[in-house]
């Protein structure tokens, strides 16, 4: 499978202070590689190195140390620009213009014919939901709609590989259902999205695969199915019309019982529990079925877990 | 190419949505039209002072634009974040810094010319109004085409300034920026002075480094024509190339520099 980035031990140190400067690390021998086609998740807390990542693959900044690779060129390759589209984290554009101008401007850059310019501009400020805002200057522009036009930006040049920092921020719910439509759009039409987050629903929803970083480290990477080992990690069994008493003679059975209101008791139980068993046990006894739910592992709990161990 | 005019006249189409930019040339039309009250003043110099006043306001108000919109236009790109969207484009760090000023360049020129024909109106108007004795003494026509080669060598003067202005943004904060080009701008108009520094001085080391700063700092002096031009004094096409290709020559080597460094800066 061709690689659509790769990075092999990057580094990034900064000078911090102001009177003696001393190096910081920012992203500590970063090394991945992101398929081509595939939607790939950056996950970490604020202050991990996703943004400084995102930023030596843009050539924003410059390494300490390592390579990076975009669509198998060095990062600023003008070949590997043309192919390639980047959204930065709460975007930023010129006060004085209107979207309609900026896009027209950026598409000139990519060297669009104009009557192209004119169609892809259109198109995507139709797409983004800014189509009856086009001439309103940005000053006028909220966080939001800024987020909009930068996706837009992004897709002028009908890129290969997309690279979204924090593309939900400053989105409302029906933008980032927007947003999430988009990106898997992108993908189904075979185009490479890489984007950073620390919202994990998001990745969870779109990912084929993520890496999760903090404090500058690579702390797991891989598919969601292998991380997350979608295999259950208990039961929740909810039953009512029991008595304290019978759910006292379960207990050495069950991890955690919670009394939930109108007689009912919700049971947690391990993963090596029968849980048909005891419901077939608990009917015996007088109990009702109410719900029998598996206990999944989430992103969230893997997060947790990986970042705190790291922090 | 298509770029470089691209990011050029959206630095163009910045500086003229920019207020400050509209205030500086209406305030400076409103001197040049008001000069010749000044003039009025002046027993037959009228014409004299209405030049030198008119070429002198588009030199200062010309200096005003190119180190305020110098300075801003490749730091505030920076500064605002908007540069990352812009990088991320098919251009060169390069093509931005050159096509930034080639964008603040149209926009002088564009009211250099503006300023230009407001004091070419005013001097028309008082043309019209002399009195025939006065018009056979004087030295040169009121509407003088040789103002043009004044008002050129003020817009190479100009580009200069521009181009230090952008040098100075491309490793530098704003307001630094503006200091350290306007200490260069008044320096530049000693530098002459540094040449003969070794008849003044003994001392070697001061003699090395006063010649090492002519050199350097920008002869902008070279540049002021004004008085020769509005006492009818020959200006030569010599002189003018010359100026010229050392003005061109100046701002080549500063571009240079400033992508050099601007390509090798990390956007934190």
Known sequence: ?311 | MKALGWIAINGFREAVRDKVMYSLVAFAVLLIGASYIIGELTAGQDLKIVKDLGLSAIAVFGLFMAIFIGIGLVSKEVERRSIYALLAKPIRRSHLVLGKYAGLVLTLLVNVAVMTAALYLVLAYLGAREADFVRQGREASPVDPALLKAVWLTLVQLMVVTATAVFFSTFSTPILSAVFTFLLYLAGFFSADLRNFDQVVDARSVQMLARGLYYVLPNLGSFDVTAQVVHGLPVTWRYMATATAYGFSYIAILLIMSATIFSRRDFK
């Not at chain 1, 008595?243 to 919700?266: E, H, L």
């Open chain 1, 1 to 311: 499978m061709a690689l659509a980035i790769e990075t092999i031990e990057l580094t990034k140190e900064y000078a911090v202070g102001f009177w003696r400067k001393r190096p910081h690390r920012a992203l500590d021998g970063l090394t991945l590689q992101v398929e081509a086609g595939e939607v790939f998740g950056f996950l970490g807390p604020n202050g991990a190195g996703k943004t400084t990542t995102l930023k030596l693959l843009m050539q924003l900044v410059f390494p300490t140390s390592g390579e990076a690779r975009i669509l198998g060129r060095p990062p600023g390759d003008l070949d590997a620009k043309r192919r390639l589209g980047y959204l930065p984290e709460n975007p930023y554009f010129y006060d004085y213009l209107t979207a309609e101008e900026l896009l027209t401007y950026f598409a000139g850059l990519f060297g669009l014919e104009p009557a192209e310019r004119r169609r892809r501009v259109s198109m995507l400020l139709d797409d983004v939901g800014l189509g009856s805002e086009r001439k309103l200057q940005l000053r006028k522009f909220s966080k939001g709609m800024l987020q909009r036009v930068g996706i837009a930006q992004a897709l002028l040049n009908e890129p290969d590989l997309v690279i979204l920092d924090e593309p939900m921020s400053g989105l409302d719910p029906l933008g980032r259902h927007d947003v999430r439509s988009l990106i898997l759009r992108l993908r189904d039409r075979g185009c490479t999205v890489f984007f950073s987050s620390h919202v994990l629903s998001d990745a969870e929803a779109l990912c084929s695969r993520v890496a999760i970083l903090a404090k500058g480290r690579l702390v797991a990477s891989g598919r969601l199915s292998d991380m997350l080992a979608f295999g259950v990690r208990g039961w929740e069994l909810v039953v009512a019309n029991v008595s304290d008493t019978v759910i006292a003679k379960y207990k050495p059975r069950i991890s955690r019982a919670q009394q939930i209101g109108g007689g009912r008791f919700a049971l947690e139980l391990p993963a090596d529990a029968t849980p048909d068993r005891l419901l077939a046990e608990l009917i015996a006894d007088g109990g009702a079925l109410v719900s029998l739910n598996p206990l999944r592992e989430t992103l969230e709990n893997f997060f947790v877990e990986h970042v705190r161990q790291r922090q």
